[in-house]
């Protein structure tokens, strides 16, 4: 049962990172970024050498973990801020379909700029491996990288909360996605807001990557897909735009995917996951609003 607990709580724990940046961006710019995924599947294959063999060719990945996880923590805060300077800058004044569909033109850009260097081919990495190590707890026997998901979870939530609530930039970026008009107004600078929004979005996509390297062992070029289609199912459920919501409802769709993982029958659990997203169409019927509606939602300019 306690394994069950943290194998929620660690699945819910990526979800609730990757709706978080997914609902940062949308806050300030009502932009669903589907080049999320994308994002970070490139935070991991930076780590490697160009080429099409089976077995990755490390280079950063060979860091120690306190250089390594800054610089792969900065190389998706990069890649979101260049995004967002080169391709959506371009598109602020658009309709929210235009720049949804740019997302989606720039996540192919990036897969296939990956695809080009390392192919198709899934590659074995060993990044990390000390977190593989197993922990006991209560007769529980839990990988010490669930350990550290959750509590790294909980850490970038509470710093979150005390960055938006505290800091000068933080209440600029709650008063842009409250009513960006009136921010600019009030003296808040777009290009700043926006660019910090998208460099935290950024950094939670590159610890997702680190997570999910050290986890599967390899590196996939569609490897968050899967995670940011979970993520933009929560940011639904949670309220568009809502940063409570979207962690709330991933943290909800992590306990359910585990507890329907356990509950199914074996030859029902391949097909968990259209269990799952029914149960997010009865959540949408009877709150479409979400479950927890953000107050902002004026056009953005």
């Known amino acids: 049962m306690l394994q069950v607990i943290f194998d929620a709580a660690a699945l819910g724990s990526l979800y609730a990172l990757a709706a978080l940046g997914i609902a940062l961006i949308f806050g300030v710019m009502r932009l669903v970024n589907f080049a999320h995924g994308d994002v970070i599947a490139f935070s991991v294959f930076a780590l490697l050498w160009p080429s099409v063999d089976a077995v990755a060719v490390v280079f950063a990945g060979n860091l120690p973990w306190f250089l390594l996880i800054p610089f792969v923590l900065a190389i998706g805060a990069g890649l979101s801020v260049l995004s967002e300077i080169v391709v959506f800058r371009r598109f602020r004044r658009a309709n929210p379909a235009t720049m949804m569909i740019a997302s989606f033109a720039l996540g192919f850009v990036i897969r296939y700029f990956l695809l080009m260097l390392f192919s198709s081919r899934p590659k ?56 960006f008009t009136m921010a600019r107004m009030l003296g808040v600078r777009a290009n700043r807001v926006i660019m910090g929004a998208f460099a935290l979005s950024g950094a939670l996509a590159a610890a997702i990557a680190l997570i999910l390297g050290s986890q599967t062992g390899t590196a996939n070029i569609m490897m968050g897909a899967n995670v940011m289609l979970m993520a933009f199912i929560a940011t639904v459920i949670g309220g568009m735009g809502s940063l409570a919501g979207a962690v709330l409802a991933g943290f909800l769709l992590g306990a359910v995917a585990t507890v329907m993982q356990v509950i199914l029958p074996p030859d029902a659990r391949a097909f968990r996951d259209a269990f799952v997203y029914g149960a997010v169409i009865l959540v949408l019927i009877f709150r479409p609003q979400g479950l927890l509606s953000a107050r902002g939602t004026k056009e953005r300019v």
């Open 124 to 179: 074995s990495i060993s990044l990390l491996p000390a977190l593989s190590q197993p922990v006991e707890i209560m007769g529980a026997r839990i990988p010490l990288l669930q350990l550290i998901t959750i509590t790294v979870t909980i850490a970038v939530l509470l710093g979150l909360i005390a960055f938006l609530r505290r800091t000068r930039f933080g209440l600029e970026m709650r008063a842009a996605a409250e009513n």
